[in-house]
């Protein structure tokens, strides 16, 4: 069904880069909190040059799991990638945008890595102090070569890129989706969140939603064995965590050498400890997830991935490389449901729509242009008829007034008595004129001086003698002898003297041709094919039956 009610939500691909389990894609609702769609592949990242590997193994590993979580390529995506620079800073708060851009570009070519390439980075207010007029700043830097290869694979495959952060910011973004220290965001606790990477680990310590301090130790954990990785890792932070009282510690491994539940037994920490493993000791979900993702996939979402999907969150810092702040400045796609499948509203997609919008109007104006058109072409016919009609109406009016306006009753009924004496005339003969020897089959009389008799007789004077009798009782009438033949054959229901001795011929007097004759023309007609189609099936030299005369009928009379 339609579902208009996410129009106005736009919604974002997570994707994430994390060292030692490779690429995640994943996407969230945010009414029901849970995991919709999520997916992973695996491929190398450079520690040393802080960058993945293979941007051509990373592209097809992102269109890869594009087709396999049926999302469309052309949607929003935010990605976060392993932090490369992660720091505060301290400024004058009278100093301006530029400046401070100076100031984060001098302070993060300090390290190694940006000692080769120039860094980009992104910046946001932490705290401002008007008593000492200074303020608190985070920022993050990346590597400007890495930015510009990510920003060329995504517009190969046709993504709007929205977003590039380092997986720290993302990190606490996660954990505020996944509600592990709701009470204490809730209430405005001081939390803290021990992370433990390959290379090194960080703690980062918050208040509700708000990060105060951050530090991060590097920390070879491979070198050491398996005792003394975690043994290393207690005595490090048993030191520094006195510097960050708080209600809770979430520990967060992202190393396959430490498991999380383990190092929480050997870490001393007064209050309460929670533990997620985004490693190989991964066991349980931390996060409400669909059906449709397994307990094992679900197990392995890492928190930067959920931060990367929910970079609209105002509550946590977002610190995007693309653009300052969230990621609301850059170009974001609206989408909605339709049925079962989220449309993407790309400026492609309302172009086509406009274009099927203005086709469905122009054929509808089309279809109903050829409809006025068909109905006018009948309205004119009609209108042509009324004139025509009305024409023939004046035309009789116009006779009417040249005759003084008044009708000649007397010449109307006279025609109309001339023609019934005619017709009375001719019914007369039926009764008083018949010879003994005739027969009388049919007659037709229409309009009195229209005639048509039919008859049979034994003798061809009666048949004569009828006739001549016919024409005295109306000398003017144009009526002939049509038909003269012999009928071989008796009459039915007809008693003759000397039956056998005598010839029957059948006659036909008229001045019009009647009903009966112009269907008996039909009849003989198609006896005539039927008698040709059927010829062949007649045995040569055999004798047809005579046709029966008709039984006599009653006479007509129009």
């Not at 208009?4 to 490779?22: C, D, L, M, R, Y």
């Not at 979430?250 to 309460?272: G, H, N, P, Y």
């Not at 509550?315 to 449901?337: E, H, K, P, W």
């Not at 039927?530 to 006599?552: D, E, N, R």
Request: proline share 4%.
């Amino acid at each position: 069904m339609f579902n208009f009610a996410s129009t106005t939500h736009k919604q974002i691909v997570g994707i994430s880069v994390t060292p030692n389990i490779g690429v995640e894609i994943l996407m969230t609702d945010r009414k029901s909190n849970q995991v919709i769609k999520y997916g992973r592949r695996f491929i190398e990242y450079n520690f040393s040059s802080r960058e993945i590997q293979d941007y051509g193994a990373f592209k097809a590993a992102v269109i890869d799991l594009f087709n396999e979580l049926d999302i469309n390529p052309k949607s929003n995506v935010f990605l976060t990638l392993p932090n490369v620079h992660f720091d505060f800073m301290n400024l004058p708060l009278i100093i301006g945008d530029e400046a401070i851009n100076n100031a984060i570009l001098a302070k993060a070519e300090e390290s190694y890595i940006f000692k080769r390439v120039e860094p980009v980075s992104a910046w946001l207010d932490i705290n401002t102090n008007a008593n000492t007029d200074t303020r608190h700043i985070v920022y993050s830097s990346f590597q400007k070569t890495v930015v510009d290869e990510i920003k060329d694979v995504f517009a190969d495959i046709g993504s709007n890129l929205v977003g590039i952060e380092s997986s720290y910011s993302a990190i606490l973004r996660g954990v505020y989706f996944s509600n592990l220290c709701s009470k204490e965001i809730a209430e405005n606790y001081s939390w803290n969140v021990l992370l433990i990477n390959t290379n090194s680990y960080a703690i980062f310590s918050l208040v509700g939603t708000r990060l105060v301090d951050y530090q991060e130790v590097p920390l070879a954990i491979k070198s050491f064995s398996y005792e003394e990785a975690y043994q290393a890792i207690t005595t490090s932070v048993s030191q520094i965590l006195p510097n960050y009282p708080a209600k809770k510690l979430l520990i967060v491994s992202q190393a396959d050498d430490i498991c999380a539940e383990v190092l929480k037994t050997q870490i001393i920490f007064d209050e309460k400890i929670e533990t997620i493993d985004c490693n190989k000791y991964a066991k349980r979900p931390f996060v409400d997830v669909a059906p449709e993702i397994t307990s094992k996939e679900a197990s392995s979402i890492t928190l930067s991935a959920l931060g990367a999907a929910n970079s609209q969150m105002s509550d946590f810092l977002v610190l995007n490389i693309l653009g300052r702040g969230a990621a609301s400045q850059q170009t974001l796609y609206a989408t909605f449901m339709f049925f079962d499948k989220e449309i993407l509203v790309t400026p492609e997609f309302v172009r086509a729509v406009c274009c099927g919008i203005f086709l469905a109007v122009a054929l509808f104006a089309f279809l109903l242009w050829g409809l006025l058109r068909t109905a006018g072409g009948i309205w004119d016919g009609n209108l042509k008829l009324y004139q025509s009609k009305m024409s023939d109406a004046e035309r009789g009016i116009n006779e009417f007034k040249n005759q003084g306006g008044f009708l000649d009753i007397d010449a109307i009924v006279n025609e109309i008595l001339s023609a019934n004496k005619q017709a009375i005339s001719f019914y007369d003969s039926l009764a008083s004129d018949i010879p003994g020897n005739l027969w009388l089959t049919y007659y037709y009389n229409k309009d009195g001086d229209k005639v048509a008799v039919e008859g049979v007789s034994t003798t061809i004077n009666d048949i004569y003698g009828y006739y001549k009798s016919l024409k005295v009782i109306s000398p003017q009438s144009s009526i002939k002898l049509n038909r003269l033949q012999v009928v071989s054959g008796p009459l039915d229901e007809v008693d003759l003297e000397n039956n056998d001795a005598k010839k029957i011929f059948d006659f036909e007097i008229a001045n019009v041709s009647s009903p009966k004759s112009l269907k008996g023309a039909s009849g003989d007609q198609n006896q005539q094919n039927q008698a040709g189609s059927q010829g062949s099936s007649t045995p040569a030299g055999a004798t047809i039956a005579p046709p029966v005369l008709p039984k006599l009928e009653p006479v007509e009379m129009n």
